[in-house]
């Protein structure tokens, strides 16, 4: 408990503190970073808590956006004087009034059907919007500036990312909040049992619409943090891609642990800043990461986090150390095989250098490629990766061995700990 | 009238190529359970395909490749990846083929670049099927209604009047049963996957040649397949085609109408009034053309969600 | 002794389509009463207690509680009337803990279904009222053990937790010792005994011990109709009622 207090508290300063040092480009980065994280979580609450898979969240978030800059728009011209922290707000009523309806509807259904509704509310706005002048600004969308309050002038990137933090520390820490009240632990007995919670007295299609709403004005809240942030927003946050996003990051980061999809958010935002100067194929590794993901660590990276602090005190490195390092090396052998080959595939067929080949006529001319010259016909260029994915996949049964036996080890361990009384708390969110 | 006809035949042409890519959807969900967020990814897959063997031999191989190939590309995902994901239960069957379609799309980002290659059918194929009311009707157009009403009598009588017809129809309904008399149902499975791949990749080939070949396809198409399956009702074949002919004569005719409640109320000497308050009255049905299915899955989804023809469970 | 049944059953029916599975069934129990519902299988026992606790609503006929109809309410608002039922196949809140499963019903009983701005942990009355129903089911020492890691006999026991929790006083058990050892079965229907003491008790059951060693009266379903009514005694003798079962659950 006071591990887990000490480890809050120790990033909230770092969020603090650091970021005065480092460049706008990084700002704006930790900004997306906030934004990302929060919409995770709002979104988290539906399927990993309640068990609700929404593949239209786009919705709510975009939703939230528009109804930030109409606010900002009437603070503009004078008719509301709404200090400009307390904007945001407009995003989670809307959020909440928007999600109240169509939570009210999609919770009709379950499964596939309840996701195909909110799939074809989102596809409905985004098809709706840009013609839309007066609510959504059309195809150009709308645009405002932010205003100066309490002698803050809301100009630089900083002051903004300031705003996101405060506002996105407040959301989770009320989302983490929603977990601890009764209602909080009814949504995850839903998760488990819906027949059940109605059978004990509850009316499940009420509690589902109020889940749907709560998630729903959190989300706008994200969608908030980016019209403030942007000043502008059009029509294209209802698109499919800003729904499938949330997707991935929350299941990369692991649905069933409070914290998972804010890892998620955080890693793939901040390492899209970082990577995608380098590469052009980031959502191709992105969508990678994500399919082995759902094969090989259906809990995400948080699922595995969590294994490991749930049974601290019976790990033994000496176990594990080698299984891990066998991973590792076998990991980067293959990521190493796939990156090469996609990235020489990137250069290899895009028009620049179908250009250059068309220039000399025959052969392939030399590609430039981490810092160093890879003659494609040569096949020593080849044999980079054919050795990188040799190594990866010769290492990867044993590390598996390894591995496998190391964990079975502190199961046992963890069985006969059960078995002579002394007890373990349920795998729950929250928890 | 030329509107009428053109707009008839425009959209049960459109109707027939959506019936081809939703025919495999609705198959794959009405047998497995899994809603393949990856199936106009097959289509898009087609036309790449293709494409490319039509630059490296001919159309007519293209043609006949592309569908094989992806039919093989769909018995692979089946056997080595949903296969895995079964067991986690069928929301993460769904996220997988949701990020299969995400993993599709960047790959041909990769290999062909971020916009439209040029997939063209051969120059004698371009000539007029017939004249009517002063313009010409391109005979690629019915090819590709012909190719898929091919098709559909194809699948058809496969199911109807073949042995191999016979056992997917039981493993549908019984799977557990089919099994237990002997037959091997997740071979079948995986041969229903790969067929509806395969008849999506036709689609796709058939129609990249004639409509905009680029990496976004799957995404415009998938939805509105999605729209037609559930519309159709998730696993019914016929509901399937009366809802791509539905869809399909609906985007066609709506595109070219330029009624709006603005319109309709000035008919009362209220049109003025109407276009002053903009919003909602000036939309016309062209602007909106894209949301009705929308509008329509939803209703569909809430009110009977089995569809026009689906079995209600 | 002419206080109004609590539950009444009166000329129910349900039928699936075409197919009939109950027809003009009559019933009254009485408060405090400990009732059994046997029968061969596929006669409608579940059918019986689905159509009461709300699952799917009745072709014809009305059930009525405490004299107020409730045929026709949605499960949840006829669990708040008083009735509770448990399942044949355990349903309880696998990733939960034990604790945490008995809880969610002592929330429903106080009313706290929509409770968003206190921490659970400060619900004094509603922990300490869960603690209780946890003695009482003698899963004391499995608290914090998530539900999914029970042993069968452990999760009924559980499972009929949760069917009191709601503080429901009619409570309908479907098949409380399905899949236990004679051992097991005793402990169980102690437990069955104790804890629904000053309630009314409504049972399917397969095991004739269990229906004599608890049951005041019992009836006999048998083709969607019931047979027989009686005690015990006048059950096990009723000749109609050996030869439906072919005397085998009646040795």
């Known amino acids: 408990m006071l591990a887990r207090i000490l480890a809050i508290a120790l990033l909230l300063l770092v969020l603090v503190a650091v970021p005065p040092f480092i460049g706008i480009g990084w700002q704006n980065a930790m900004v997306n970073m906030l934004i990302a994280s929060l919409f995770a979580v709002a979104f988290n609450l539906l399927i990993g808590q309640a068990g609700l898979l929404s593949f239209g969240h786009a919705a709510f978030f975009g939703v939230g956006a528009f109804a930030t800059l109409h606010l900002m728009l009437a603070v503009e011209e004078g008719a509301l004087p709404l200090p400009t922290p307390l904007l945001p707000l407009a995003g989670a009523a809307a959020g909440c009034l928007v999600g109240a309806v169509a939570g009210y509807f999609a919770t009709i259904r379950s499964g596939v059907y309840f996701a195909l509704v909110t799939l074809a509310i989102a596809e409905l706005l985004h098809s709706l919007a840009p013609h839309w002048e007066g609510l959504f600004g059309g195809e150009a969308g709308l645009s405002s500036m932010r205003l100066p309050w309490a002698g803050l002038a809301f100009g630089t990137s900083l002051e903004v990312y300031y705003l996101a933090l405060a506002w996105t520390s407040l959301s989770i820490g009320l989302l983490w909040a929603y977990t601890r009240t009764p209602f909080g632990r009814l949504t995850l007995a839903l998760r488990d049992n819906e027949q059940r919670v109605r059978f004990m007295g509850y009316n499940t299609h009420a509690t589902k619409v109020i889940i749907f709403a709560i998630s729903a004005m959190f989300s706008g809240v994200a969608g908030a943090l980016l019209a403030l942030s942007n000043e502008t927003a059009n029509y294209s946050l209802f698109a499919t891609h800003v729904s499938a996003q949330v997707v991935l990051h929350t299941f990369v980061g692991g649905a069933t642990v409070f914290f998972g999809p804010i890892i998620g958010a955080s890693i793939f935002t901040l390492f899209a800043f970082f990577v995608s100067d380098a590469t052009r194929s980031w959502l191709l590794y992105q969508g990678l990461i994500f399919v082995l993901v759902m094969l090989y660590a259906p809990h995400g990276i948080g699922g595995l986090l969590a294994l490991h602090l749930r049974h601290w005190s019976r790990l033994r490195l000496r176990e594990l150390l080698p299984g891990y390092l066998l991973a590792a090396a076998s990991g980067l052998g293959l990521a190493g095989a796939v990156i090469f080959l996609v990235e020489i595939s990137a250069v290899l067929f895009s028009p620049g250098y179908q250009a250059q080949r068309r220039q000399l006529e025959t052969g392939y001319p030399p590609i430039q490629l981490f810092g160093l010259e890879w003659v494609p016909l040569s096949p020593l260029t080849w044999v980079v990766p054919l050795v990188l994915a040799a190594v990866g996949a010769l290492l990867l049964p044993p590390a598996r061995r390894r591995l496998r036996l190391a964990w079975d080890r502190i199961l046992e361990r963890a069985e006969a700990e059960r078995s002579s009384g002394s007890l373990e708390p349920a795998e729950e969110v929250g928890r | 009238m030329e509107f009428l006809v053109i707009s008839t035949l425009n959209g049960v042409i459109y109707g027939l190529l959506l019936f081809m890519v939703s025919s495999g959807l609705t198959l794959i969900f009405g047998m497995m359970g899994v809603l393949n967020f990856a199936h106009a990814s097959f289509y898009m897959l087609g036309a790449y395909i293709a494409y490319t063997i039509t630059g490296l031999v001919d159309f007519w191989v293209g043609l006949l490749l592309a569908p094989i190939l992806v039919g093989l590309l769909g018995v692979l995902v089946e056997r080595y990846l949903l296969r895995r994901v079964h067991a986690f239960g069928h929301a993460h069957e769904l996220l997988l083929t949701f990020g299969l379609a995400f993993i599709f799309e960047e790959l041909v980002k990769l290999f062909y670049g971020d916009f439209p290659v040029n997939y063209a059918m051969p120059d004698y194929l371009r000539f007029p099927a017939f004249t009517i009311f002063g313009t010409d009707y391109p005979f690629y157009r019915l090819f590709i209604g012909l190719v898929a009403i091919a098709m559909f009598v194809a699948l058809y009588l496969l199911l109807s009047r073949t042995r191999v017809g016979l056992v997917v129809r039981a493993a549908e309904r019984r799977p557990v049963m089919a099994e237990a008399l002997g037959h091997n149902v997740p071979l079948v499975f995986m041969g229903v996957f790969g067929t509806g791949a395969a008849f999506a990749g036709l689609g796709g080939a058939v129609a990249g040649a004639f409509f905009p070949t680029n990496p976004n396809m799957a995404l415009e198409l998938g939805v509105i397949v999605f729209v037609v399956v559930v519309v159709g009702g998730l696993g019914s074949l016929s509901g399937s085609l009366l809802a791509s002919l539905l869809i399909g004569l609906f985007s066609s005719f709506a595109v070219g109408l330029d009624w709006s409640l603005a319109g309709a109320v000035a008919m009362v000497g209220l049109g003025d009034w109407a276009r002053e308050l903009g919003g909602l009255f000036t939309l016309t049905v062209s602007s909106i053309s894209g949301t009705v299915p929308f509008l329509l899955m939803l209703i569909v989804l809430l009110v009977r969600p089995a569809g026009l023809m689906g079995e209600r469970s | ?251």
């Open chain 3, 1 to 251: 002794m002419s206080e109004s049944p609590v539950l009444e059953l009166v000329e129910l029916g349900k039928s699936f389509g075409s197919l009939p599975v109950i027809g003009g069934v009559n019933l009254a129990i009485a408060e405090g009463e400990r009732h059994a519902v046997i029968g061969p299988n596929g006669a409608g026992k579940s059918t019986l207690f689905n159509l009461i606790s709300g699952l799917f609503p009745a072709s014809e006929g009305e059930i009525r509680l405490r004299g107020r109809r409730i045929s026709g309410l949605a499960p949840h608002e006829i669990n708040r009337r008083g009735l509770s039922r448990s399942f044949q196949i355990t349903n309880i809140f696998h990733r939960l803990s034990v604790f945490e499963n008995l809880r969610i019903g002592v929330m429903a009983r106080h009313g706290l279904r929509f409770s968003l701005f206190r921490p659970v942990e400060r619900l004094g009355a509603v922990n300490r009222e869960a603690r209780e129903i946890l003695e009482r089911i003698r899963l004391a020492d499995e608290a914090e053990r998530a539900a999914g890691d029970l042993t069968y006999s452990e999760q009924r026991a559980l499972e009929i937790g949760m069917t009191l929790a709601t503080g429901a006083d009619v409570i309908l058990l479907d098949e409380p010792t399905a899949g236990m050892s004679r051992e097991e079965s005793d402990r169980a229907v102690e437990l069955i005994r104790e804890v629904t003491e000053g309630k009314t008790l409504l049972v399917v059951e397969h095991d004739m011990s269990v229906v004599f060693s608890l049951c005041d009266r019992v009836s006999v379903l048998v083709y969607g109709n019931i047979l027989a009514c009686g005690t015990p005694d006048e059950i096990r003798r009723n000749r109609e009622v050996q030869e439906a079962y072919l005397g085998e659950e009646l040795a």
